[in-house]
């Protein structure tokens, strides 16, 4: 089985700085996307940030310019640099990872975390 634990959420003022982890494990034999989303109650999960297995990366524009994803293939984790947060960064943020178990002839699955709170508030 595969398993993504996140860890760095808490509570911070405004325009505080937190950093999020996320680490794979399990049998995986290949991750492809690697990404960071988040949901408040009442509403739908929403994308934040993601990295390819290309490197390449894309941002909610909501938080473009304030938060950076970075990625470290060998050790299968995610981080999420998260500044100048605002209240509406509050959330709980889900770790999401596209990989396959196992073999190459695996089919590509998602996966996500348990979620981590971040609550921005003064």
């Known amino acids: 089985q595969v398993q993504l634990v996140e860890s760095g959420g808490g509570l911070v003022q405004p325009g505080g700085s937190l950093r999020l982890s996320c680490a794979a494990s399990?049998?995986?034999?290949?991750?492809?996307?690697m990404g960071w989303y988040r949901q408040v109650p009442g509403k739908q999960r929403e994308l934040v940030a993601v990295?390819?297995?290309?490197?390449?990366?894309n941002y909610a524009d909501s938080v473009k310019g304030r938060f950076t994803i970075s990625r470290d293939n060998a050790k299968k984790t995610v981080y999420l640099q998260m500044n100048s947060l605002k209240p509406e960064d509050s959330a709980v943020y889900y770790c999401?990872?596209?990989?396959?178990?196992?073999?190459?002839?695996?089919?590509?699955?998602?996966?996500w975390g348990q979620g981590t709170q971040v609550t921005v508030s003064s």
């Open positions: 999401s990872a596209v990989l396959k178990i196992r073999t190459s002839y695996s089919p590509l699955t998602t996966h």
């Open positions: 399990g049998s995986i034999f290949s991750i492809n996307n």
């Open positions: 990295t390819t297995s290309g490197s390449t990366i």
